[in-house]
């Protein structure tokens, strides 16, 4: 049978639901995880007994061998099914059916767990509920054991209304003991036809990342894509480096798979061999981990959030990937590119054609038969004018490259001698920063205007500054500056600091810094 030629059925929801439970149906691990909110959940309930189509069901019975989850959202899958194969794969319905699964068959162990759910017998409405709930709140994982539920309705003789509430409750069992779905079954196809449909199926509705349609493309046997980027992730969290986004580790794979560093590049994962890409991930790992803390010597960047490019990270990890031993002039130039690439803001709209050819001389680079990265791609000349005069927000990189400067430079104190815990800085908030120009000036709110300054009890125009010539330069001030502010001259002041930052970015990147 061809995948274009599915079969259709209707089941009992009970069958579909116990054909889980036994392990008949299986959630292959490359599922993405279960994303339902707790209204998703009543409202899928509430479907269900008023009669509502809640969608079909779609299963790819296959011989493939692949992993599948023994535990969904906090209930085992049995383990006394004998494997055999063709078996059925949950390719759509994981969301609907996990509900199902885990509103109807709960412990009850877990007092705050998302499936202590209950059907409000007096409202006719499925809710959530407290340590100890009204008597007339019907458990759902109560509903589908005959003794159980006979059980909670002898607890209903008690009520003013017994018959009432017993009717209600039969009315319940009725309406999930008959409900009907319809599934559907995609034949014995390979795993490349059956890809494009799930990616297809799950490319609607809740929008999915790129991880999600990944984990279709990438199924190997013997290699599990969320898992190995879940290590990743957690490597360089364990560092103290805040989070590493998903579609960075899925580019810097890539990568290090020799497909490329373009997004475009990432779906080639799907032609990899399962040796290949745990190869390539474990790689990954370890030359991130070595990108990271080179970034953290170099450029004082000790948190994810302040990294003004990803394809920053991306380039210097497979640096690290190819060359893991380099020589102390290669990362001298690595550093300059770096600080070069985020002051002129290299990689905004950067097009493909300019990302493969700058990983191209980055590879040249890292093998060492190019001694020149930063002149090679960035140039020899390169334009401060938005590092300076953008407006300030912690989501434009010309900002975060501002901020990361005055991180790099600074050590604990602020230029009016407070110190500082440099830790506060790892939060990326805007009262961490301060404007030193009245409301009028033409600088007021640029970046050039901005000082790191924590606990903002002083009015920067007002305040004694310190005129220690070490502590100002760390802030990129000088006396000369804080003897215009206090003259209320902030325009010198600012023309200052720009000569200053000039100076700072040339003596960084080693090329002649403009402004115009």
Known sequence: MRARDPKPEILRLEEIVLGIRRGEIRLPSFQRPF???????????????????????LLWHSSERLKSEREIVGFEVSNTTVETYPTDYLLDGQQRLTTLCGSLYWDGSDEKSIWRIFFDLELEEFTYAKKTPPIHYFPMNRLMDTSDFLRQCSALQSTSNPKHLINRAEKLLQAFKNY?????RIGDVSLDEVAPIFERINSTGRKLTMVDLMRAATWKQGFNLTQAIEEIASEVGNMGYGELQDTLILRTLAVASGLGINKEDIDKLRNCSAEQLKSSS???????????????????????????????????AEFFRINPSPRSNQLDELGRWFWATSASRYFAGAS?????????????????TREDLCSSTVGTRIDISQLILDNFSLKNASSTTFCLLLKYFSSNQTIFGREFDTAVLRFKERRNFQDITPTNSYYHNKNIAQIINPFRENNPTKSTFQKDTNLLSRNIFDVYMVEAIEKFDFDSAIQRRVGMLTAEV???????????
């Open 35 to 57: 994303v339902w909110t707790r209204s998703d959940m009543l409202e899928l309930l509430d479907s269900i007994y008023q009669g509502y189509p809640v969608g079909s069901i």
């Open 506 to 516: 040339e003596r960084l990147t080693g090329a002649q810094v403009t402004f115009e």
């Open 282 to 316: 474990e790689a990954s790992k370890i030359a991130l981990c070595r990108a990271m803390q080179f970034l953290r010597e170099r450029s004082g960047l000790d948190d994810l959030s302040f990294l003004p490019y990803g394809l920053q990270l991306a380039h210097i």
């Open 180 to 184: 009907k779905i319809a599934v559907v």
């Open 352 to 368: 493909t054609g300019q990302n493969s050819n700058d990983l191209k001389i980055l590879i040249e680079f890292a093998n060492g």
